[in-house]
Nanobody, 122 residues
């Protein structure tokens, strides 16, 4: 099992920045892909950004390209999501997820965190 704990969410104004963190514990062996997903009220969960074990491969939703950056520090078992130029439409619960392997468009990850709320006011 893999346990994931997100942090860093909050209420910000449009144009601001936030950095989300996700600390992983448990059976986080080599090769695990990590991802950030989000779900807004009344909408389906969507992929925001995913990253492979080495950090050499990433994939982003078109809506966040150029504004968000996913990264990871395997020594700390932590993945980050740097969010810049936030927009009201970025408001959602953001979830961290882990999966034993990386595929750029995979969305049914095996392990999920509890989520952290991000609210962007206009």
């Amino acid at each position: 099992q893999v346990q994931l704990v997100e942090s860093g969410g909050g209420l910000v104004q449009a144009g601001a920045s936030l950095r989300l963190s996700c600390a992983a514990s448990g059976r986080t062996g080599s090769g695990y892909a990590m991802g950030w997903f989000r779900q807004a009220p009344g909408k389906e969960r969507e992929m925001v950004a995913v990253i492979n074990w080495t950090g050499g491969y990433t994939n982003y939703a078109d809506s966040v390209k150029g504004r968000f950056t996913i990264s990871r520090d395997n020594a700390k078992n932590t993945v980050y999501l740097q969010m810049n130029s936030l927009k009201p439409e970025d408001t959602a619960v953001y979830y961290c997820a882990a999966h034993p392997y990386y595929q750029p468009r995979l969305t049914n990850y095996d392990f999920w965190g509890q989520g952290t709320q991000v609210t962007v006011s206009s």
